[in-house]
DNA sequence: TCTGGGGTCCTAGGACCC
DNA sequence: TCTGGGGTCCTAGGACCC
C-alpha cells in the first residue's frame, strides 16, 4: 500500500507556525516578485481568492476582509519542510520527497496502517505546527485521491483509507475528471466533450481507446486508477537532466551591467545545483526577455546556447561562459524584465581535454571550499560580478522573518 | 504600477545511416 | 502508375506536476 502525505496549504500554515494569531483568518502568500497567489489558508479559499490571482487584482478583498497577505520565504518553507520529512521518516520504512510539501511512503510490512498511518499525523503536527493530511491506497494516484479526501472530510480525521474494491468506487465516484492526479486541464476538458465528467467515468472507458487518445500517461493513469500499481516509490531521486535558475525582476532594466549581475548569479546558482548532485555541464543557455504583458513597449526574447570546452561544475567558468552568450544577443535600448541560465545538457563524468589550459584539480579545492562557507552563511563568497542586486533584486516587501536558520530574525517572545 | 519558478515525460517529424 | 525498409538521434512543442 503507497501513502501520500501532504501539508495542509503548506506555505500559510509555515506563516502561521510563528504568528498564531494569524490562526482562523484568512492568509495568503505571493509568489516571487509578490506576483501572484500561490498558497491560501482555509478562510481565504472560502472567501473565493484563486489560486494564480495576481495579487494587485484582489486588493478590494484584502482590505475588505483583512487578509494578511506575505512575500515567498523560501529558506522558511524549506527549513520547515525538511523538519516535517525528517519526522515522517521516523515512523515508516520508505520515504519518497515528492515535493517541498509532499511525500509519498511505503507502507509494505506495516501491519496496522490506520493505527501508524494516526500516529505519523499526529507526530508531525505536534512536532512542527503544520497541519498534514493522509491517504492511503493500493497506488499512487488512489492514494492522491485518499488524500484529498482525508482534508475534505474531517470525519476522517485526517487519514483516508482506500482499502476495498466498495471504497475505491465510490472515491471514483465522487471525483471529477479534472481533479485526478496525472490528468490537467487540456485533458479533462477534452474527455469532458465526450462525456467523461468522473475518475469513475473515465475507468469505464476502453483501454484501446484511452491508449489511442491519451498515450501510454494517460494508460497509466487509467491502470493506477483501476488499481494497478504503474508508479513505483523512488527513494533517490535520479540526477538532474536539466538545471535552471532564472527570476522575474523587481522593476525592468535596460543597461548591461545589472542583466551581467543577474545572468552571473542564476549562473553561480546553476554551478552550485550540479556540484550537489555530483554533475557536470556540457552546454548552457542563457536567456533575456522583455515583459510580454506590456504590450505597448517594443518586445525581444533571445537565447544563446553555448557549448563548454570541456564538462565543468566551475562557477567561474560556468559564470564566463554565461556572460558571453549574454553578451551574444543583448540589445540596447529594450525593457527587460527577465533572465536566466539553463543547463541544458548535463553529465555525471568529468570528460578531461586534451588542450584544456585550466587546473581542474585546484578549481575543485577551491569550489568544494566555496560551498562549505557558503553552506554555512548563505552568499558569502561570490564573484564581483555578480554584484549586489540592488537593481534588478525581487520584489519582496511583505516578507516573513526567517525564524528557524537565522539567529537575528529568531523569534521574540515578550513575558510580562 | 502590478501577472512565479523549476522540473519531467511523450510524440511527431526531419535528418541521417546502412 | 510508379518511388525499399528499418533504424537512431535530435528538436520543438505539448502536456503534466508542484
Redesign the pocket.
Known amino acids: 500500500m503507497f501513502g501520500l502525505i ?1 501539508c495542509n496549504n503548506f506555505y500559510a500554515s509555515c506563516e502561521r507556525v510563528f504568528n498564531p494569531s494569524l490562526n482562523g483568518k484568512p492568509v495568503v502568500v505571493l ?3 509578490d ?2 497567489i ?1 498558497a491560501r489558508s482555509n478562510e481565504a479559499k472560502a472567501l473565493g481568492i484563486k489560486m ?1 490571482t ?3 487584482q484582489i ?1 478590494e478583498e484584502v482590505a475588505r476582509y483583512g487578509i494578511s497577505v506575505f512575500s515567498s520565504n523560501y529558506v522558511l518553507y524549506g527549513d520547515m519542510s525538511a523538519r516535517v520529512m525528517s519526522i515522517i521518516a521516523q515512523h515508516v520504512p520508505e520515504l519518497e520527497i ?5 511525500a509519498f511512503i511505503n507502507f509494505d510490512g506495516i501491519r496496522d496502517i490506520s493505527q501508524t498511518g494516526k500516529e505519523v499525523v499526529h507526530k508531525v503536527t505536534k512536532g512542527t505546527g503544520i497541519p498534514v493530511s493522509l491517504g492511503v491506497a493500493p497506488t499512487k494516484t488512489l492514494a ?1 485521491l485518499a488524500n484529498k479526501y482525508a482534508k475534505k472530510y474531517p470525519a476522517y480525521q485526517r487519514v483516508c483509507i482506500i482499502d476495498t474494491e466498495e471504497k475505491r468506487i465510490k472515491a471514483l465516484q465522487l471525483c471529477e475528471i479534472g481533479d ?9 476538458r477534452k474527455l469532458q466533450a465526450e462525456g467523461i465528467f468522473t475518475a469513475y467515468d473515465f475507468t469505464l472507458m476502453a483501454q484501446s481507446r484511452v491508449r489511442k487518445h491519451l ?3 494517460g494508460e497509466r493513469t487509467w491502470k493506477e486508477l483501476r488499481g494497478e500499481s504503474c508508479i513505483d516509490m523512488d527513494a533517490a531521486p ?11 525582476f523587481g ?2 532594466i535596460e543597461d548591461f551591467e545589472s542583466l551581467s549581475e543577474a545572468i552571473a548569479t ?1 549562473a553561480a ?1 546553476c554551478a552550485r ?1 550540479l556540484r550537489e548532485q555530483h554533475s557536470y555541464a556540457v552546454s548552457i543557455m542563457v536567456f533575456i526577455h522583455t ?1 510580454g ?2 504590450e505597448d513597449l517594443p518586445q525581444y526574447w533571445q537565447n544563446a546556447v553555448l557549448k563548454l570546452p570541456v564538462p565543468t561544475a566551475d562557477t567561474i567558468e560556468i559564470v564566463q561562459y554565461a556572460l558571453k552568450g549574454l553578451r551574444q544577443i543583448f540589445l540596447q535600448g529594450f525593457r527587460y ?2 533572465a ?1 541560465v ?1 543547463i541544458t545538457e548535463i553529465t555525471q563524468h568529468a570528460q578531461l581535454g586534451l588542450f584544456d589550459t585550466v587546473d581542474r584539480n585546484k578549481r575543485e579545492r577551491l569550489m568544494t571550499v566555496v560551498d562549505q562557507i557558503n553552506g554555512e552563511h548563505a552568499n558569502r563568497i561570490k564573484l564581483a560580478v555578480q554584484g549586489n542586486g540592488r537593481k534588478w533584486k ?1 520584489k519582496q516587501e511583505l516578507l516573513s522573518q526567517r525564524y528557524t536558520t537565522d539567529l537575528k530574525e529568531i523569534i521574540n517572545v515578550n513575558c510580562k
Not at 515528492?98 to 509532499?102: A, G, H
Not at 485526478?180 to 479533462?188: E, H, K, L
Not at 535520479?238 to 522575474?248: A, D, E, L, M, W
Open positions: 501532504d509568489s516571487n516578485n506576483g501572484c500561490i494564480g495576481p495579487a494587485f486588493k515528492y515535493s517541498i510539501d509532499e492522491k485526478v492526479w496525472g490528468i490537467g486541464r487540456r485533458i479533462a498515450t501510454i500517461v535520479p540526477p538532474k537532466k536539466q538545471i535552471c535558475t532564472s527570476r522575474s522593476t525592468m542564476h546558482t545545483k515583459n504583458f506590456r524584465k527577465k536566466g539553463i525581487l
